[in-house]
């Protein structure tokens, strides 16, 4: 394997605007400013392609506060969204927020 075979080929970057657990966002702010070398922008786009990859997909009860962001999503990312979205009949900020969650149970972060 390469050394640089863990980076990410470019491709074209899509800003969508997302409502995101309030929580979560916090998380992922220290997650970004404290543990990892990545911006949120970054630790969402590997939560979705996990979620993409797995299909782990198990809504749990909304949250009560959501903040509204402007995301850089990688475009493959984007449309693998849209296909879950159509499969599930789950809105694409629940499948964000969905990802997220899957990805802070799977660091021991939140149970």
């Known amino acids: 394997m390469s ?3 863990k980076f990410n080929k470019k491709e074209n970057i899509i ?3 997302i409502e995101i657990d309030k929580n979560f966002y916090l998380i992922l702010e ?3 400013n404290e543990t990892y070398d990545a911006s949120i922008n970054k630790l969402v786009n590997a939560a979705i392609e996990t979620l993409v990859e797995t299909e782990n997909i198990k809504t749990y009860p909304k ?3 959501y903040l509204t962001r402007t995301f850089l999503i990688r475009e493959s990312l984007l449309n693998e ?3 879950l979205k159509k499969k599930y009949g789950l809105p694409i900020y629940m499948l964000v927020n969905i990802a997220i969650r899957n990805a802070l149970i799977e660091e021991g972060i939140i149970i």
């Open 81 to 83: 969204l849209y296909k």
């Open 3 to 5: 050394s640089f075979a």
């Open 30 to 32: 220290k997650l970004s």
């Open 15 to 17: 800003p969508r605007t």
């Open 63 to 65: 949250s009560n506060s």
